[in-house]
């Protein structure tokens, strides 16, 4: 139950929070549309659709901007307090820095967590909405998907050491085209058994795969091919391959951040552990449990910058909040694009500025004691 003081501090801190996340939205709204009005006359979108896009926008803005709102509304709140006095007399009566900042670092997990469920539900959700209505150009891509012409989808089967290819799939018909299957052997030590490749594929429920146009290359455990073999032109497939065109379709998501945290998931169960794929899915993974938490690192770094009690003290303590928040954002940046090639693992990469600068935090407020 909280008590009265944490009441006291938390209704402080909630009306500038709230302010800021109006403001921030305010702005983006203002910006976007001078932006993108053009389009919206260009492509005749109704006003309906207009407004339901910028509603699909707000947990995206949300996301965005709830660190940078937390740290401004923590930095205005104790610069308040400062201004009237309120933690010189707290201090005087007995309690510590540590109680005092004790409630914001609440909120601060408050805010991650909220920021990690609508990064999860409605983000993922809202940029597939806004994007029907007006497609963004955007330079994040779908690891699944290559970026070359064809748009083909690689999908792998752990449990059965496959790899599928394939240029297009419509689960509904249950048909996919141009096809290639790759099969590894199984263990530590795996090398290529075979290549298959299909001009139509189709799924026949309960009995597996059926294949047009085959032909198929086997490989000696060395690496050697075997003589090209044309099959038949209907081959139906082996019941191992319980993998579906449903499953097979869940790798089309434009962009990661399009995904669930469960769709991501479910897509490194189906891309090979050693592949580029596979790291920057855990990279975007890694990233996105990890990306809400500088609401709870911007609290630490405000709390010590904001109760500084003279003006000029105040003044240099924002600023110098600010600067450091933003190399925040420039460091995490610089560690996600070298978890992303491989030079850092992505645990590391996605985690270490929130430590790091969470620690700096933690230590100028031991040094306020």
């Known amino acids: 139950m909280l008590k009265l003081i944490d009441r006291y ?30 389009d919206f006359f260009t492509k005749q979108i109704p006003p309906r659709l207009i407004v339901a896009y910028y509603l699909y926008y ?28 309120e933690i010189i007399a707290m201090r005087a009566s007995g309690i510590a820095l540590a109680r005092i900042v004790r409630p914001y670092v609440l909120m601060g997990v408050v805010m991650y967590l909220l920021m990690l469920f609508l990064s999860d539900t409605m983000v993922p959700r809202a940029q597939r909405l806004a994007a029907k209505i007006l497609p963004r150009p955007t330079t994040v891509h779908m690891a699944l998907v290559s970026q070359d012409a064809s748009r083909t989808i690689s999908f792998y089967t752990a449990h059965g050491d496959r790899e599928w290819h394939v240029n297009s799939v419509d689960p509904v ?14 263990g530590r030590a795996q090398y290529k058994r075979q290549r298959m490749e299909a001009e139509l594929a189709e799924y026949v429920p309960g009995r597996g795969w059926l294949f047009f146009n085959v032909s ?38 434009t962009q990661p951040g399009m995904m669930t945290l469960r769709e991501i998931l479910g897509a490194l169960r189906h891309t090979r552990f050693e592949s580029d794929n596979h790291r920057k899915l855990r990279m975007e993974l890694h990233n996105r449990l990890a990306t809400p938490a500088a609401c709870i690192v911007f609290v630490l770094l405000a ?28 460091l995490g940046a610089w560690f996600i694009n070298l978890g992303s090639q491989g030079v850092m693992p992505p645990l590391l990469a996605a985690w270490l500025p929130s430590v790091v600068f969470s620690g700096v935090g933690c230590y100028l407020l031991y040094r306020m004691r």
């Open 173 to 186: 018909s249950n048909i996919c085209r141009d096809v290639i299957v790759v099969e590894y052997s199984h």
């Open 9 to 38: 501090l938390i209704s402080s801190f909630l009306l500038p929070l709230i302010y800021c996340l109006l403001a921030f939205f305010i702005l983006f709204v203002a910006y976007d549309m001078s932006d993108q009005l053009k």
């Open 303 to 330: 709390a010590p910058f904001g109760i500084f009690h003279t003006r000029a003290g105040m003044v240099k303590g924002v600023i110098t909040s600010i600067v450091l928040c933003l190399f925040y954002y420039f």
């Open 216 to 253: 198929q290359l086997r490989y000696y455990p060395d690496g050697t091919p075997y003589p090209l073999r044309l099959l038949p032109r209907r081959y139906i497939s082996a019941t191992r391959y319980q993998e579906t065109p449903r499953d097979i379709a869940g790798a089309q998501h």
């Open 58 to 85: 707000i947990p995206i803005i949300f996301n965005l901007t709830a660190p940078f709102a937390t740290l401004l509304a923590l930095l205005y709140c104790l610069g308040n307090m400062s201004r009237n006095n």
